[in-house]
């Protein structure tokens, strides 16, 4: 009896934290949530340019804000849950460790792009850069 009273125990006091977005679509689900997105960026430019989908969707819940770290900052110092920021994912590592104990970073990665610079012409440098 004092085992099975003490593991009944154990069981009901662990508590588990579900996290209420891990992807995109959890977002999408609950029109509560506002989207902070910074203007200017590759999420801001698709949102804006998909005329259907997921993207197009996030229309409806976003909030334009000037840079990825308002976005951020925002989310982690304001007390209304029902905000999201969508910034790249190096900035969301960083404000997630400057704010660890107040935001956390959703499991899913999306709207993976890669970056392109541009040279001028017969730039002495360009072959360091070239693969």
Do not use: W
Request: charged share 15%; glycine share 4%; aromatic share 12%.
């Amino acid at each position: 009896p004092a085992t099975i009273e003490g593991n009944l125990t154990a069981y009901l006091t662990v508590s588990v934290t579900q996290l209420p977005i891990r992807t995109l679509e959890d977002v999408l689900a609950n029109p509560h949530y506002k989207v902070l997105v910074s203007k200017g960026t590759n999420i801001y430019a698709q949102i804006l340019l998909d005329t259907s989908g997921p993207y197009y969707e996030l229309r409806k819940q976003m909030k334009v804000v000037d840079s990825m770290p308002i976005c951020s900052q925002t989310v982690a110092v304001d007390s209304n849950p029902y905000q999201v920021c969508i910034v790249d994912q190096n900035i969301n590592i960083h404000f997630y460790n400057a704010y660890c104990n107040k935001v956390y970073i959703a499991d899913q990665t999306f709207n993976a792009y890669s970056l392109g610079v541009a040279f001028p012409k017969g730039a002495f440098y360009l072959p360091a850069f070239s693969f």
